[in-house]
C-alpha cells in the first residue's frame, strides 16, 4: 500500500511534469535527452555486478561483511567507469554531434550515477525487511526535485540545461535523504566467503540486467545515430506513455514481491497464493489503462493545440500500448524466477529477446521508419507463452482466472469505448 500510494503521488506529478515539458519543449531535446540517458544507464548495469539482489534474495540474515564487501566492489567499479565515462564524454559528444549544452548534461548525468550508487546499501537494508513506508521518503524528494527544477527553467526557455540541472538536483536530494533515514557507516572490506556466495547468484543477474540494456537502452542509442533525433523523440514519447501504467503498477508489485518470494521461496503454498494475487492485481489495473490510453490519445492530442507536434507518435503509441499488455504478464512471472533462484533460466530468456529485438528492428525500421522499433516490440512479447510455462512448472497458477479475465474485462471496455469516443468527444 505504501509503495502504490508513493507510486500514485509520483505518477502524478510526472504526468503533469511530463505534460508541460513536451508543451515547453521540441521533440529535438526529448530525443537527445532519451539519448545521453541511455548512453549513461548502460553504466547503471556494470556498477555493482548483481550482488544488491543477491543481497536481498539471500536467504540467510546479511552480515557486516557482505554489506561492506558489495559496497568495496561497488564503488570500485563505480569509480572505474566514471574516470573512463569522463575520458570518453567529448568523443560521445562528437559522434552524436552534440551542442556544448549536451556535452554538459552527459557529464551531469555521470555525477549523477556515482551519486546513486552511494545509496544502495542504505536502500537494501530497507527493501530487504520490506520497510517501504521509509524507503519511499527519498524517492519522493527526488521526483519533487528534479520535475519543479525541470519545469520552471523549461518554462524560463534554458532547453536542455532544464534537464542538466534537475538532474544533479535530484541526485543530491535522494542521497542526503536516504542516509538520513537508514543510516549506515560505508566501511571497506573484502570478504572471500561473502564475495563467492553473492557472486554466484550476482553475476547472471547481472548478466540478465546487462542484456536487458542491451535490447532496450543501446538500442535507443543505436536509434539516434540511423534517425532524426525528432524521431527518436517520437520514440521515446510513445514508449514512456505506454509504460506509464506498468511503472505505476506493476514495478510496484514487483519490487515488494521480489524480497517478499525470496522469503517464502520455499513454501509453494503461499508461493502460488503470491504469484496469483500478484499476477491479478497487475492485470486488473493495467489492461484497462492501457485500453484506454491507446482509445483517447488520438482525441486529446488532436484537441491540445500545443500538442499537435506529437501526432506522428500515435501509431507507435498504440502499438507499445500492446506490447505493454503482454510485458506485465512476462515481468511478473520472470520476477518470480529470479525471487526463486532460477536466475539462469531468466539469462537464457533474455538472451532469447535481446537477439530477437536486435534481429527484428534493424529491417522493420527500414521498411516503416521509426514505427517499425514498436512493432518489433510487438512481435518480441508475444512469446510471452514462454515465462507462463516456466513458471507452471513451479506453482500451477491460474492463468485464466489471474490473466483472463481483467483481459475480457478490458477488451469489453474497450469495445465501449471504441463506439462512444467517435460519438461524444467533440472539443476539450
Do not use: H
Request: aromatic share 14%.
Amino acid at each position: 500500500i505504501a509503495l502504490t500510494s508513493r507510486t500514485f503521488f509520483l505518477q502524478i506529478i510526472n504526468f503533469f511534469a511530463m505534460f508541460l515539458l513536451t508543451i515547453f519543449l521540441a521533440p529535438e531535446i526529448f530525443g537527445i535527452f532519451f539519448v545521453v540517458t541511455a548512453v549513461v544507464n548502460f553504466l547503471n548495469y556494470f556498477s555493482d555486478i548483481g550482488l544488491a539482489a543477491a543481497l536481498i534474495q539471500k536467504k540467510e540474515p546479511l552480515t557486516e561483511a557482505d554489506l561492506k564487501t558489495t559496497f568495496t566492489i561497488q564503488q570500485g567499479l563505480v569509480i572505474s567507469l566514471v574516470f573512463i565515462s569522463f575520458l570518453l564524454s567529448s568523443k560521445i559528444t562528437l559522434f552524436y554531434g552534440l551542442s556544448p549544452a549536451g556535452l554538459l548534461l552527459l557529464r551531469v548525468l555521470i555525477v549523477s550515477f556515482f551519486l546513486s550508487s552511494l545509496k544502495t546499501i542504505p536502500s537494501i537494508l530497507l527493501e530487504r525487511k520490506l520497510d517501504f513506508n521509509r524507503l519511499i521518503i527519498p524517492q519522493i524528494g527526488e521526483t519533487l526535485v528534479f520535475n519543479l527544477v525541470a519545469v520552471i527553467l523549461a518554462w524560463q526557455g534554458t532547453g536542455i540545461a532544464s534537464f542538466t540541472w534537475a538532474v544533479l538536483a535530484r541526485g543530491v536530494t535522494g542521497l542526503i535523504l536516504i542516509y538520513l533515514i537508514s543510516p549506515w557507516l560505508p566501511g571497506l572490506a573484502i570478504n572471500r566467503k561473502s564475495t563467492r556466495r553473492l557472486l554466484s547468484f550476482g553475476i547472471p543477474f547481472q548478466a540478465n540486467s546487462l542484456l536487458a540494456l542491451v535490447k532496450d537502452d543501446l538500442l535507443i542509442v543505436f536509434l539516434g545515430k540511423i534517425l532524426p533525433f525528432a524521431q527518436v523523440g517520437f520514440i521515446g514519447w510513445a514508449q514512456k506513455w505506454a509504460n506509464l501504467p506498468l511503472r505505476f503498477i506493476m514495478d510496484s508489485v514487483n519490487k515488494v514481491t521480489f524480497p517478499a518470494y525470496s522469503r517464502i521461496q520455499a513454501n509453494l503454498s503461499a508461493l502460488k497464493a503470491g504469484v496469483e494475487k500478484a499476477l491479478f492485481v497487475v492485470c486488473f489495473l493495467t489492461f484497462p489503462a492501457l485500453v484506454g490510453l491507446t482509445l483517447l490519445a488520438t482525441p486529446l492530442v488532436q484537441f491540445l493545440p500545443r500538442y499537435l507536434k506529437w501526432q506522428p507518435a500515435l501509431i507507435s503509441l498504440s502499438l507499445f500500448c500492446f506490447q505493454a499488455g503482454f510485458a506485465c504478464v512476462s515481468t511478473s512471472l520472470t520476477n518470480t524466477l529470479n525471487a526463486t533462484g532460477r536466475i539462469k533460466t531468466t539469462l537464457k530468456l533474455m538472451i532469447f529477446w535481446t537477439g530477437l529485438t536486435w534481429a527484428l528492428t534493424p529491417p522493420l525500421v527500414f521498411l516503416m521508419g521509426f514505427n517499425g522499433v514498436a512493432l518489433a516490440a510487438v512481435l518480441v512479447a508475444i512469446t510471452v507463452f514462454i515465462p507462463i510455462f516456466l513458471v507452471k512448472k513451479i506453482v500451477d497458477f491460474s492463468l485464466w482466472e489471474n490473466v483472463g479475465k481483467p483481459l475480457l474485462g478490458a477488451f469489453l471496455m474497450g469495445l465501449v469505448l471504441y463506439f462512444v469516443v467517435p460519438r461524444v468527444v467533440f472539443n476539450l
